[in-house]
Structures are given as structure tokens and as C-alpha cells.
């Protein structure tokens, strides 16, 4: 089961991520629908290719090696999905260096942050204590 990280994703280095409350462990990323067929062995095979593949992608950015890799979701309502539409999270993937505190995140390539349509209008809202 290939993840082809190298070819999907790239690696920016961020100084300093010092709050930990958005990441989760590597695993998570087995618990999308996709993945509802494959035996727990399979998903525990899965994550440690990908945890290979990432630390391969990681290290050639010049990450020493050091800290735990990680990963959080964005939601589909902020990242582009392409043609497709998508209704499912877009993980990046996150492991800050222990001895500097460098982040570094894999990004899908391509990905754009955006707001959905029409969230940048001007919205007046009022509250009745009635």
C-alpha cells in the first residue's frame, strides 16, 4: 500500500508551533471512511509506511530526526479539493525538531487556504434579550 507522499506533498519549515491542541497522533489518518475495509493489521501497516514515507520527506528538508510526527485536518470548507468537490478533511502533516524547536509540515501540493463563498460578506447579526 503505497502513500506516495513524496510525490503528493511538500515540506516548509515554520519557527516556532508551541501549541499542540490541533494535532493528532499519526493513526488518525486511518479512521477516514476510505480505510473502513482494511483490517487492523492493514491499518497499522499503513501507518508505518506512511510514518516511513514522512520521515524520508521530512529529513530531506533537513529535519534531524528528532520529535514525533503528527498530523491534524483541515476541513473541506477551507482547502481545495479540486474538481471533485470533496467532503472529507485534508491532513497535513506536522513534527516540530526537539533541539531548536523547528516546525516543519507537509503540505499537500496544491493546497490553497480559503474561506467559503460568501463568509467575507458583511453578516449583522442582533441579539434580543427579550
Known amino acids: ?7 503528493n506533498y511538500h515540506v516548509l519549515d515554520y ?3 508551541d501549541d499542540y491542541r490541533c494535532f493528532h497522533p ?3 489518518v486511518v479512521e477516514d471512511f476510505e480505510f473502513d475495509s482494511l483490517t487492523p493489521e492493514q491499518k497499522r501497516q499503513h501507518v508505518e509506511e506512511l ?3 514522512l520521515t524520508d520527506l521530512f529529513r530531506q528538508a533537513g529535519w534531524e ?3 514525533t ?3 491534524y485536518f483541515v476541513p473541506p470548507c ?3 479539493h479540486g474538481d471533485d468537490g470533496g467532503t472529507h478533511c485534508i491532513a497535513i502533516y506536522y513534527v516540530k525538531q526537539s533541539n531548536n524547536g523547528t516546525s516543519w509540515l507537509a503540505i499537500p501540493n496544491g493546497f ?3 474561506l467559503p463563498e460568501g463568509w467575507l460578506t458583511k453578516r449583522v447579526y442582533s441579539v434580543s434579550n427579550n
Not at 500500500?1 to 510525490?7: F, G, L, W
Open 1 to 7: 500500500m503505497a502513500n506516495k507522499i513524496k510525490d
Open 15 to 17: 519557527t516556532h508551533i
Open 26 to 28: 499519526l493513526a488518525r
Open 51 to 53: 510514518h516511513a514515507e
Open 65 to 67: 530526526g528528532d520529535g
Open 69 to 71: 510526527i503528527e498530523c
Open 78 to 80: 477551507f482547502g481545495n
Open 112 to 114: 490553497e487556504l480559503r
